[in-house]
Each structure stands twice: as C-alpha cells, then as structure tokens.
C-alpha cells in the first residue's frame, strides 16, 4: 500500500517512555501522531460504561468507535487498563482496528505507538523501534506520573503493587494470541532504564536519519 509520508511503529511495554518519545518524534519530523493505545482504551471505556465484562466480545463496540471517544479523560485509569488489556485480546476487536490504524498514515505516513505496530499494523514501517525498562524503572515512573508521594508511608507497597501489575501488563501483551508483543525482527531496541527522555529522543533520531536520509528533516 502506497503512503504519503514515512512510517514510523515505536512498540514496548507500558510505561517505558514510548509515548513520550513518539510524541516528540512526530513533532521533530512533522509528522501526524497517533497513541494506538487509546483506541484499546476506549472500547474498553465503552465496555465498562455498558455494564458489561471486558473479557466477553467486544468487537462491536470497537466497530463503533468513535474519535470523540477516544479524547475522553476518564482514559488512563487501572481500572480502564485492566479493561483494555482484556479487549485487546480479543482478534475480533483488533481486527476491527487494524485499518483505522491504517488509514491513519496512509496521507502523510505517521509516528504510532503500541505494543505491536512493527510486527502487526505496519509489518514494512520505515523505521521499527522497541522501547523498554525493567519493571522497576517502569513502575516508579508510572507512580510519579499518578502524582504519588514517594515519602507516604504506603508508597513501598504501592510501588510493589504497581510493578506487579505491570509484569502482569507484559504477560497478558505478550501471551496473547493475537498479535501478541514482541521485538520485530528488525527493529531497534532502545532500553530507557538510565537515559533521560532527551537522549531516549537523540538516539531515536539519529536510528530514523540513518534509515531514511533525506526523507526526514
């Protein structure tokens, strides 16, 4: 399929920093963004909102989404997580969303981030990134960023909870059998654990001109 721009999948595990970089990657590029994991997100918003279990069929709700849908801001909580780890199990529902994603980039190309956009959704991406940080890195980060107080008196189990969960995240994304997570053959990993977002972005960029040259800035 013939595109308007470059494609670029940044894949990894929640919490490894792959939103902040492809965030910044798209607007260093000027190129279009997409967080595909909102789209997960919000069918699993629209599920709950329903009554009903995430784990039971949930393609129809993802047929009917909607981009006001995915704007809300009730989003990034666990229990929305939980929720769209479970729909995005479900082939039927990620089969639903294939071609939104698709259709996406096909103007301009785009910078999208996942857990399976080089391997899955854009298999002949331009540029495949893997982003990760071991489960403690990632759960600290994902405790300052929910605001906790990292002096409470709870904050250690907190901590333990948080990276339990996240391990759990890594588990379920990898294990499933549609198009479960994992490193595309020919992507670069970048480990985040002791690199601050401006150098995770430094060496993203210098990956992205080295394989596209003179088609980016």
């Not at 759990?168 to 994992?182: L, S």
Request: aromatic share 4%.
């Amino acid at each position: 399929m013939k595109r308007g721009g470059p494609v670029l999948a940044v894949d990894g595990p929640a919490a490894a920093g792959k939103g902040t970089l492809a965030k910044r990657l798209a607007a260093e590029l000027n190129l279009p963004y997409l967080d595909t994991g909102l789209l997960y997100r919000a069918v699993g918003r629209l599920v709950l909102d329903a009554g009903q279990d995430p784990a039971a069929p949930a393609e129809d709700f993802a047929r009917r989404l909607t981009a006001e849908d995915t704007q809300r801001k009730d989003l990034r909580t666990q229990e929305v997580a939980r929720a769209a780890s479970l729909v995005a199990a479900q082939p039927g529902v990620r089969s639903a969303l294939v071609d939104t994603q698709r259709r996406f980039a096909q103007a301009r190309g785009g910078v999208l981030d996942g857990r399976d956009i080089g391997t899955a959704i854009f298999p002949d991406a331009d540029v495949k990134l893997f982003i990760t940080a071991s489960p403690a890195t990632r759960a600290l980060r994902r405790f300052l960023q929910l605001g906790e107080d990292p002096a409470a008196d709870d904050a250690k189990a907190r901590l333990a909870e948080m990276e339990a969960a996240l391990k759990a995240r890594d588990a379920a994304d990898a294990g499933r059998e549609a198009a479960p997570m994992q490193v595309a053959d020919d992507a670069v990993v970048i480990e985040t654990d002791t690199l601050g977002a401006d150098d995770v972005l430094a060496e993203a960029l210098r990956v992205v001109r080295e394989r596209l040259g003179a088609r980016v800035a």
